[in-house]
Structures are given as structure tokens and as C-alpha cells.
């Protein structure tokens, strides 16, 4: 059997209202798109969803990554989602799509892409884990925790086949240099660096015994690839669970708890990362605070058999609960750092300019 590629590539391509929500019409036309690939045989199968105002492809084929093909059916996808909402005036039509033409690949173009080749083992359980109003390093925490801690995952410390550990592979955003670390024995220096998730995120996950991808993130900063504000990259992550790898309660695990992330409103604030249901992740106080859904599915010859919508669970409520309380908390601080972000975060805002009015105003002391 031919290994099958799990492709998840989303964009934001206008908010309704503001920066709420997909317009149901935008995933029609989405979906009227992926059907017609699946017919043609591009796809071999497809899930289309929104979290907050990003859109959505989850999608299965076997052309492996950063295939010119899927990237522009993504990509096409975009671009006719934009033209409607252009027309129904969404807010920030096509905002991600940073480029005026296809180049070939979309990383780099603006929306977020996460893909991972698999070999389909006797049963292939997969989570896609997608977020709003956050940014790239959202998912350090998280996959330390499912890959490397033995208080959240307890397969490291039973389960014989997980004992050789984890290679991290950890991108620096600003030097665009990659260094792959591996637990158990690297863990401190794993930590020294992802605990900065503004400038290191985790980019795949591998089983050190024989190598297999585990987990995929989305590593791009739009920031950064425009070079200014241009909302934030809410980020998608593929982990593959069982046999050998951290269970699906095991991968959920991390998210009990609302850690905080950058994001929220304008980019440019801490919050904590609010597990829910696809249906209320609908970010609206203040613009948010972040949110994370997750679909999990299980991969039958390339088939996506799902989705199941994992957070929408009774057992997230404390955690949900705590969010609202933390974000109740970090809200009170209003401008103030540390629920605003650090000024080196604030580069990529729209502070700056307000700063360069009071430039020449600065006298000596
Ligand atoms: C966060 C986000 C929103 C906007 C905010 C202001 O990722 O996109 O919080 O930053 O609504 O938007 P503008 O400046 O377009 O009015
Ligand atoms: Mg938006
Ligand atoms: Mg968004």
C-alpha cells in the first residue's frame, strides 16, 4: 500500500463578523472544491472545518508533501473563497493570502500548512489540532508534554515501546535555522529553548526507535513572512496516537490545562488557550481568548473515518472554566505587560508606529 499523505493547509480569508467566524458560504465553496478533487482523484479524501475565522482543508492523497498539485488546489480554493467574500465584504478578505499569484508551494504564501507522510499501521488514529487567535509556538507546551513528561503521558514509563524516546526537531523562526534534540536525555535543552516559543517552535516529532513522524506542526509566522502585522498565524499540529505512541488521552492530556499563549486581540496579548468544541470555537471577548479544537479520525486505506470532535467533552469544563477565570485575570492588567506582549513581540504590531510619533519629542536626561 502507498504511504498516504495527511495535508492540513488553512487560511484566513475574511472574518464574519470582524474576526469571529468562517461565513457558512466560504465552506460551501470549500467543499464544493474538495469534492470536485476527490472525484478527480487529486484527493483521496477530505474534511472541511473552521476554527474561529480560519478556514480549514484537511485533506488525504497520495503525491507526499509540499505537492505542487494539492498546494494549489489549497491555494485556488482561497482564492475563489476570497472572491465571495470580497463580495459579501467579510472583514479582511483574503487576508492571508500574502502573494498575487501561485508560486508553486504555499509555505511562505501566508497560509499555514502542516503535512505528514504515513505509512498506515494495522489502525491509524490521527488528531488534527487546530487553533485561533494564537501563533505558531502554541503547541510547545503541548507536545513536551505528550512526548516528554511522564506526569502527562504515563506510556513513557510502561510501555516498553516508548521507552526510546523522542527526536524534537525545533525551528529558530528568526535565524530559519532547524536543531533536532532528543528526550528523555535532552530534555533540559529542549526546554531551554521551546519554553521561548516566540522564536523556537516544535516542528515534527519523531519515534527515535524507528524514526516515524508523530507529530506535525505549522511553523509559519505571517509576521514575519510580510514583514509586519498581518493577523496571526493560528497554527494547525497532526499527532498520530496508540500503539507505541502516547495515547488519544494521553495526547489530549496537555490541553486541561489553559496555558498561555500570544495571540488574543491584535495579536499582541497573552491569553490562556481555551479547549473547546468545534461549534463554540467562536472567539469573541475581547477578540478571543485563544482557542484550540481538535478532530480526531481514524485513516482507513487513505479514508478519513471521522471526524470526532474531541474537546467536546464535559471533562474540558474545569479547564474551560479556569480559562475564563485566567483571562478575567490577565484582562484587568488592560495595557499593561505581562497581558500585553514584551516590546520585542510588539515589533510586529501596529506599535511601532504610534512609537515613531513620540521619536522626536525624547529629549536627553
Ligand atoms: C487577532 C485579530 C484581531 C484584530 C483586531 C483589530 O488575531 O485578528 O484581534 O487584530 O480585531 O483588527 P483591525 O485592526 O483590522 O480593526
Ligand atoms: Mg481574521
Ligand atoms: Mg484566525
Given at each position: 500500500?502507498?504511504?498516504?499523505?495527511?495535508s492540513?493547509?488553512?487560511a484566513?480569508?475574511?472574518?464574519?463578523?470582524?474576526?469571529?467566524?468562517?461565513?457558512?458560504?466560504?465552506?460551501?465553496?470549500a467543499?464544493?472544491?474538495m469534492?470536485?478533487?476527490?472525484?478527480?482523484?487529486?484527493?483521496?479524501?477530505?474534511?472541511?472545518?473552521?476554527?474561529?475565522?480560519?478556514?480549514?482543508?484537511?485533506?488525504?492523497?497520495?503525491?507526499?508533501?509540499?505537492?505542487?498539485?494539492?498546494?494549489?488546489?489549497?491555494?485556488?480554493?482561497?482564492?475563489?473563497?476570497?472572491?465571495?467574500?470580497?463580495?459579501?465584504?467579510l472583514?479582511?478578505?483574503?487576508?492571508?493570502?500574502?502573494?498575487?499569484?501561485?508560486?508553486?508551494?504555499?509555505?511562505?504564501?501566508?497560509?499555514?500548512?502542516a503535512?505528514?507522510?504515513i505509512?498506515?499501521?494495522?489502525?491509524?488514529?490521527?488528531?488534527?489540532?487546530?487553533?485561533?487567535?494564537?501563533?505558531a509556538?502554541?503547541?510547545?507546551?503541548?507536545?513536551?508534554?505528550?512526548?516528554?513528561?511522564?506526569?502527562?503521558?504515563?506510556?513513557?514509563?510502561?510501555?516498553?515501546?516508548?521507552?526510546?524516546?523522542?527526536?524534537?526537531v525545533?525551528?529558530?523562526?528568526?535565524e530559519?535555522?532547524?536543531?533536532s534534540?532528543?528526550?528523555?536525555?535532552?530534555?533540559?535543552?529542549?526546554?531551554?529553548?521551546?519554553?521561548?516559543?516566540?522564536?523556537?517552535?516544535?516542528?515534527?516529532?519523531?519515534?527515535?526507535?524507528?524514526?516515524?513522524p508523530a507529530?506535525?506542526?505549522?511553523?509559519?509566522?505571517?509576521?514575519?513572512?510580510a514583514?509586519?502585522?498581518v493577523?496571526?498565524?493560528?497554527?494547525?499540529?497532526?499527532?498520530?496516537?496508540?500503539?507505541?505512541?502516547p495515547?488519544?488521552?494521553?495526547?489530549?492530556?496537555?490541553?486541561?490545562f489553559?496555558?498561555?499563549?500570544?495571540?488574543?486581540?491584535?495579536?499582541?496579548?497573552?491569553?490562556?488557550?481555551?479547549?473547546?468544541?468545534q461549534k463554540t470555537?467562536?472567539?469573541?471577548?475581547?477578540?478571543?481568548?485563544?482557542?484550540?479544537i481538535?478532530?480526531?479520525?481514524q485513516?482507513?486505506?487513505?479514508?478519513?473515518e471521522?471526524?470526532?470532535?474531541?474537546?467536546?467533552?464535559?471533562?474540558?469544563?474545569?479547564?474551560?472554566?479556569?480559562?475564563?477565570?485566567a483571562?478575567?485575570?490577565?484582562?484587568?492588567?488592560?495595557?499593561?505587560?505581562?497581558?500585553?506582549?514584551?516590546?520585542?513581540?510588539?515589533?510586529?504590531?501596529?506599535l511601532?508606529?504610534?512609537?515613531?510619533?513620540?521619536?522626536?519629542?525624547?529629549?536627553?536626561?
Amino acid at each position: 500500500m502507498a504511504k498516504v499523505t495527511l495535508s492540513v493547509i488553512k487560511a484566513d480569508i475574511g472574518g464574519f463578523p470582524g474576526h469571529h467566524s468562517v461565513h457558512p458560504e466560504l465552506i460551501k465553496i470549500a467543499e464544493a472544491e474538495m469534492a470536485k478533487a476527490k472525484k478527480s482523484g487529486l484527493l483521496r479524501d477530505y474534511c472541511v472545518t473552521s476554527c474561529g475565522d480560519d478556514l480549514q482543508l484537511i485533506m488525504t492523497h497520495y503525491h507526499g508533501e509540499e505537492n505542487k498539485q494539492i498546494h494549489k488546489l489549497a491555494w485556488d480554493t482561497f482564492v475563489k473563497g476570497t472572491e465571495l467574500a470580497k463580495k459579501l465584504k467579510l472583514y479582511g478578505a483574503g487576508q492571508d493570502l500574502l502573494a498575487d499569484a501561485f508560486s508553486g508551494n504555499v509555505k511562505g504564501m501566508g497560509p499555514g500548512v502542516a503535512e505528514m507522510v504515513i505509512d498506515e499501521r494495522k489502525s491509524e488514529p490521527v488528531v488534527i489540532f487546530m487553533a485561533d487567535k494564537t501563533s505558531a509556538g502554541a503547541w510547545n507546551y503541548a507536545l513536551y508534554k505528550m512526548f516528554a513528561d511522564p506526569f502527562n503521558t504515563i506510556g513513557l514509563v510502561i510501555d516498553e515501546s516508548m521507552q526510546g524516546g523522542f527526536e524534537f526537531v525545533v525551528h529558530d523562526v528568526m535565524e530559519h535555522k532547524k536543531v533536532s534534540l532528543h528526550t528523555p536525555e535532552e530534555s533540559y535543552e529542549l526546554l531551554a529553548l521551546i519554553g521561548a516559543p516566540g522564536r523556537y517552535v516544535v516542528s515534527t516529532v519523531n519515534r527515535r526507535s524507528d524514526g516515524i513522524p508523530a507529530a506535525v506542526s505549522s511553523t509559519q509566522k505571517l509576521s514575519l513572512i510580510a514583514g509586519r502585522y498581518v493577523g496571526k498565524d493560528d497554527p494547525v499540529l497532526i499527532v498520530r496516537a496508540q500503539s507505541g505512541l502516547p495515547a488519544l488521552g494521553e495526547v489530549l492530556e496537555p490541553f486541561s490545562f489553559p496555558f498561555i499563549v500570544e495571540g488574543w486581540m491584535r495579536g499582541s496579548h497573552h491569553g490562556p488557550l481555551m479547549p473547546c468544541s468545534q461549534k463554540t470555537a467562536l472567539p469573541a471577548r475581547f477578540d478571543g481568548p485563544p482557542r484550540v479544537i481538535c478532530y480526531g479520525f481514524q485513516l482507513a486505506d487513505g479514508k478519513l473515518e471521522g471526524p470526532m470532535d474531541l474537546f467536546d467533552d464535559p471533562s474540558f469544563d474545569l479547564c474551560r472554566q479556569k480559562a475564563n477565570e485566567a483571562a478575567d485575570y490577565l484582562r484587568r492588567h488592560g495595557p499593561f505587560e505581562p497581558h500585553r506582549l514584551g516590546l520585542d513581540e510588539m515589533e510586529y504590531t501596529t506599535l511601532p508606529a504610534v512609537l515613531k510619533k513620540l521619536e522626536n519629542r525624547f529629549k536627553k536626561i
